[in-house]
């Protein structure tokens, strides 16, 4: 299978510890994106990433959250301090972007995180 | 700043019914993307729709788009309970700096009834 993975699928976590995630997108892919997506809602962007440099973040994206992409290949979203708040599905998702082209993301199977 | 809304957010529908689920967005955009997703699962891409009038197909679904009145809609030719799940649009924002990330609406949460 070559599409977009995140690990880990699901990921239980006591208020106030740090949790990190990872998205491997797919391999030709130079753009990668991660979204947040809470119960009943659609996903909301929260940063995004071309090769290895993250060129927007969303106010949705406060101080506790950090993301990385060293290499321009995988990506990790960390969340410091955790919140009940942050329980959400946390999606990646990749595209390919040359030129002035549009190509359309696809998203992995997502990250659901429960903060207890 | 680029809002999306879709209309209904709840569908109940019977087998063998047509129906259409509305996407309206506010600022200029022509690209248009509809998903759908089954209950604690991804995001399935259904349709890319790049211009204006386009018009896309597959199986009982079928997807438009009219960038001058800023609509997409799904329509549904005789539903079948395979259908269930929540659909969604979502919107290139192509204002923000070329990032193109999607704004997505709340979803519609379809339910084919036998």
């Known amino acids: 299978d070559t599409g977009v993975s995140q690990d880990p699928r699901h990921k239980i976590t006591k208020r106030g510890q740090n949790v990190t995630f990872r998205c491997d997108p797919i391999s030709e892919h130079n753009r990668l994106y991660w979204y947040r997506q809470t119960l009943g809602q659609g996903p909301e962007f929260l940063t995004y990433f071309q090769n290895e440099a993250q060129l927007e973040k969303s106010r949705l994206l406060s101080d506790r959250f950090s993301a990385e992409r060293p290499k321009g290949s995988f990506s990790t979203l960390e969340i410091q301090r955790t919140e009940q708040g942050d329980s959400a599905m946390y999606l990646c998702?990749?595209?390919?972007?040359?030129?002035?082209?549009?190509?359309?993301?696809?998203f992995g199977p997502g990250t659901r995180l429960t903060v207890t | 700043e680029l809002k999306v809304e879709q209309n209904p957010l709840f569908l109940s529908m019977q087998e063998g019914k047509n129906y259409t689920i509305y996407c309206n967005y506010s600022?200029?955009?022509?690209?248009l993307y509809w998903y759908r997703q089954d209950p604690g699962k991804s995001l399935e891409s259904l349709f890319v729709?790049?211009?204006?009038?386009a018009v896309k197909q597959e199986g009982r679904l079928m997807a438009s788009l009219d960038t001058k009145a800023r609509l997409s809609t799904l329509h549904i030719t005789a539903a079948v309970h395979d259908l269930s799940a929540t659909y969604f649009c979502a919107v290139d924002d192509i204002t923000q700096g070329g990032s193109e990330k999607l704004v997505f609406g709340k979803g519609t949460k379809l339910t084919v009834n036998p």
């Open positions: 998702a990749s595209s390919l972007k040359r030129g002035t082209g549009s190509y359309e993301q696809y």
């Open positions: 729709l790049l211009s204006n009038g």
């Open positions: 600022t200029t955009s022509d690209r």
